[in-house]
T-cell receptor
Framework: GDSVTQMEGPVTLSEEAFLTINCTYT??????LFWYVQYPGEGLQLLLK?????DKGSNKGFEATYRKETTSFHLEKGSVQVSDSAVYFC????????????FGKGTRLSVIA | DADVTQTPRNRITKTGKRIMLECSQT?????MYWYRQDPGLGLRLIYY???????NKGEISDGYSVSRQAQAKFSLSLESAIPNQTALYFC??????????????FGPGTRLTVT
């Protein structure tokens, strides 16, 4: 079945460091890919998405490129801030219209000043 | 006002009690979902509903039941709560006919503790 694998956390970085959170997926066809973020005490909110191969999603300085050849959707940010401390979830949807999102287990990021 | 609301936000209950968690949405979406979140396990799908007459089990439905009272309301019940149901519960909605990619919108969560 469909699945998403994320790098395990927690990840701890200093402010202004470069961030990469790896995400790979297994799915049939051409799924849509998502990154969700969960700030402390809140629900999940969409950070960015890509719906086809080679698309780049971007938001709030974060980027991820849909790489079908490597089945990956790695999240990157050039300079993290303390306010980026959160849990990040990679997810996919098969685009069949009849299946819920499949989530990775989440990666906790802590950014220290 | 939030598009997806959950009540209660926090609940402590005792083993064996019946409890209901409620979810309401104003987004007009047909599809609604219930997830639980446990440390290290990510989000796991409990039940989902694609319209008022459609209910589907997710990967961890045992010990839970749901009711879709209307397009806007989707309730999750624990018939006889047990301590390992202590978790953070999220409701979500989606619209497959909206923007591409079947994005889901989440409520703020209900923290449930079973003692």
């Amino acid at each position: 079945g469909d699945s998403v694998t994320q790098m395990e956390g927690p990840v701890t970085l200093s402010e202004e460091a470069f961030l990469t959170i790896n995400c790979t997926y297994t799915a049939t066809g051409y799924p849509s890919l998502f990154w969700y973020v969960q700030y402390p005490g809140e629900g999940l909110q969409l950070l960015l998405k890509a719906t086809k191969a080679d698309d780049k999603g971007s938001n709030k300085g974060f980027e991820a490129t849909y790489r079908k050849e490597t089945t990956s959707f790695h999240l990157e940010k050039g300079s993290v801030q303390v306010s980026d401390s959160a849990v990040y979830f990679c997810a996919l949807n098969r685009n069949s219209g009849n299946t819920p999102l499949v989530f990775g287990k989440g990666t906790r990021l802590s950014v220290i000043a | 006002d939030a598009d997806v609301t959950q009540t209660p936000r926090n609940r402590i209950t005792k083993t064996g009690k019946r409890i209901m968690l409620e979810c309401s949405q104003t987004k007009g979406h047909d599809r609604m979902y219930w997830y639980r979140q446990d440390p290290g396990l990510g989000l796991r799908l409990i039940y989902y509903s694609f319209d008022v007459k459609d209910i589907n089990k997710g990967e961890i439905s045992d010990g839970y039941s749901v009711s879709r009272q209307a397009q806007a309301k989707f309730s999750l019940s624990l018939e006889s709560a047990i301590p390992n149901q202590t978790a953070l519960y999220f409701c979500a909605t989606s619209d497959p006919y909206g923007t591409g990619g079947y994005e889901q919108y989440f409520g703020p969560g209900t923290r449930l503790t079973v003692t």
